[in-house]
């Protein structure tokens, strides 16, 4: 099994403002997904990229894939204080199919 | 709402004892994750199940074991629980036995061990 590494570890940006996470990992994926977690609650699931994608948009969220380098990107355009949250990604190993690894996360404030 | 219910909401015990935490999975899902969360850190894998049956097995204590009912239904127990215990345990489920799919979480249980 394998988790995402996410960086930076913390990121404090101004309302209206792009925020741009990433995320590394070590073994070839069937997909990765993104979630948020607001302080004490549970994760919401924000988007999934699938290996053979490289980019995939929702509304202001933009995540980019690329397989080669291992990594994967989440943009976030012209942010909003309601973005303030943690932010995880979670590859989706080929070789161990059932485990979900979450990394450490991003911590997103955004300043009003 | 996720449509994944957990309980309970909050739970305050002492070292040495033992607590059930409970989660109702989304209609029509079939597996059950289960993740701690202590004090401003990642979520750590503890257990899936998958229809009745253990699939993947992570970081979890001897002293916590874990379950899913005919019903679907899952708990985790905790026993000669210790300061250190003290962490929100979140529940996901899923439709497929397989990670390939959305986790949808509920709110977690927040457990404190004094």
């Known amino acids: 099994s394998q988790q995402g590494e996410e960086d930076p570890q913390a990121l404090s940006i101004q309302e209206g403002e792009n925020a741009t996470m990433n995320c590394s990992y070590k073994?070839?994926?069937?997909?990765l997904q993104w979630y948020r977690q607001n302080s004490g609650r549970g994760l919401v699931h924000l988007i999934l990229i699938r290996s053979n994608e490289r980019e995939k948009h929702s509304g202001r969220l933009r995540v980019t894939l690329d397989t080669s380098k291992k990594s994967s990107s989440l943009l976030i355009t012209a942010s909003r204080a309601a973005d303030t949250a943690s932010y995880f990604c979670a590859p989706s190993s080929m070789d161990s199919s059932y485990k979900l690894i979450f990394g450490s996360g991003t911590r997103l404030l955004v300043r009003p | 709402d996720s449509g994944v219910t957990q309980t309970p909401k909050h739970l305050i015990t002492a070292t040495g004892q033992r607590v059930t935490l409970r989660c109702s999975p989304r209609?029509?899902?079939?597996?059950v994750y289960w993740y701690q969360q202590s004090l401003d850190q990642g979520l750590q894998f503890l257990i899936q199940?998958?229809?009745?049956?253990?699939?993947a097995k992570g970081n979890i204590l001897e002293r916590f074991s874990a379950q899913q009912f005919p019903d679907l239904h899952s708990e985790l127990n905790l026993s000669s629980l210790e300061l250190g215990d003290s962490a929100l345990y979140f529940c996901?489920?899923?439709?497929?036995?397989?990670?390939?799919?959305?986790?949808?979480f509920g709110e977690g249980s927040r457990l404190t061990v004094l």
């Open positions: 996901a489920s899923t439709k497929g036995g397989h990670n390939t799919g959305e986790l949808f």
């Open positions: 073994t070839s994926i069937n997909n």
């Open positions: 199940y998958y229809n009745g049956e253990e699939r």
């Open positions: 209609s029509g899902d079939l597996s």
